[in-house]
């Protein structure tokens, strides 16, 4: 059983930025990917930014040049720094860890942006 636990969530006004941190535990194996997914109110669950155990990283096009995804493996955590934070970045966060075809979710964590 694997779990993951989100923090850094917030309140911010639109231009300013939020660091995001998600700590994964249990039976981890050194090959697996890390993400951010968001959900916003009456949207589906959409990728934010992944990153794998290699260091490999994948983007949502709407968070392009603004997110930046990182990990630390030694101690099993991702990073999600957001800059220049717009309104349409409002929902909640959650982390996920991916490995041997299961996908393993946090709990998610609010992110509101004021215009």
């Known amino acids: 059983q694997v779990h993951a636990v989100e923090s850094g969530g917030g309140l911010v006004q639109a231009g300013g930025s939020l660091r995001l941190s998600c700590s994964a535990s249990?039976?981890?194996?050194?090959?697996?990917?890390m993400a951010w997914y968001r959900q916003a109110p009456g949207k589906q669950r959409e990728l934010v930014a992944a990153?794998?155990?290699?260091?490999?990283?994948n983007y949502g096009d709407s968070v392009k040049d603004r997110f930046t995804i990182s990990r630390d493996n030694g101690k099993n955590t991702v990073h999600l720094q957001m800059n220049s934070l717009e309104p349409e970045d409002t929902a909640v966060y959650y982390c996920?860890?991916?490995?041997?075809?299961?996908?393993?979710w946090g709990q998610g964590t609010q992110v509101t942006v004021s215009s």
């Open positions: 996920s860890l991916q490995q041997f075809g299961l996908n393993y």
């Open positions: 249990g039976s981890i194996n050194r090959s697996n990917t």
């Open positions: 990153i794998t155990s290699a260091g490999t990283t």
